[in-house]
T-cell receptor, first 115, second 113 residues
Framework: EAGVAQSPRYKIIEKRQSVAFWCNPISGHATLYWYQQILGQGPKLLIQFQNNGVVDDSQLPKDRFSAERLKGVDSTLKIQPAKLEDSAVYLC?????????????FGPGTRLTVT | AQKVTQAQTEISVVEKEDVTLDCVYETRDTTYYLFWYKQPPSGELVFLIRRNSFDEQNEISGRYSWNFQKSTSSFNFTITASQVVDSAVYFCTYGGGSEKLVFGKGTKLTVNP
């Protein structure tokens, strides 16, 4: 079974530029999550989708971050404009079931460096 | 708000030593779940175990074992006879009423040959 796919793996941009990350969850997984992991810290949830609807985006900086999950499958996370403090690894995860904290399966992440 | 504390930032052991990673959590939920995830140098988080708050039985899986004690709000993880491949950052994680996971800051384990 294929795992969670993410691209690109690495991205370097200058501050105030825009960037987009893509995620394709495990086939059949209805729930998709985007996390931000700053160096030396645990992942922090940015947004959670159930199919193509948003369940939780309380920690998403909506003035610059946006995410969508059209058709309830793959998802895109965008940052516009980027700030230096956005340098982090952006992790996508998916889980099969909803309604309870079930195990989540993570992709390899996208390492973003903002200069 | 729920909180997960992993007091050990870094641990270094020699291969074949046993090592225990500590995790303490704070919650007012009556039903909750605890997880451990492993993040090797490649960066991908790997699910290791999920326990719910009603099941305090210890669990063993090969060289891995977990000790869940509600009385002390702890969910510790022991690796027996550590190997170099166990080198990674380990995250203790809490899941409460919502599906949201709260991660600790992680413990970096280095196993030296």
């Amino acid at each position: 079974e294929a795992g969670v796919a993410q691209s690109p793996r690495y991205k370097i941009i200058e501050k105030r530029q825009s960037v987009a990350f893509w995620c394709n969850p495990i086939s059949g997984h209805a729930t998709l999550y985007w996390y931000q992991q700053i160096l030396g810290q645990g992942p922090k949830l940015l947004i959670q989708f159930q199919n193509n609807g948003v369940v939780d985006d309380s920690q998403l900086p909506k003035d610059r971050f946006s995410a969508e999950r059209l058709k309830g499958v793959d998802s895109t996370l965008k940052i516009q404009p980027a700030k230096l403090e956005d340098s982090a690894v952006y992790l996508c995860a998916s889980s099969l079931l909803a309604g309870s904290p079930y195990e989540q399966y993570f992709g390899p992440g996208t390492r973003l460096t903002v200069t | 708000a729920q909180k997960v504390t992993q007091a050990q930032t870094e641990i270094s052991v020699v291969e074949k030593e046993d090592v225990t990673l500590d995790c303490v959590y704070e919650t007012r939920d009556t039903t909750y779940y605890l997880f451990w995830y492993k993040q090797p140098p490649s960066g991908e988080l790997v699910f290791l175990i999920r326990r719910n708050s009603f099941d305090e039985q210890n669990e063993i899986s090969g060289r891995y074992s977990w000790n869940f004690q509600k009385s002390t709000s702890s969910f510790n993880f022991t690796i027996t006879a550590s190997q170099v491949v166990d080198s990674a950052v380990y995250f203790c994680t809490y899941g409460g009423g919502s599906e949201k996971l709260v991660f600790g800051k992680g413990t970096k384990l280095t196993v030296n040959p």
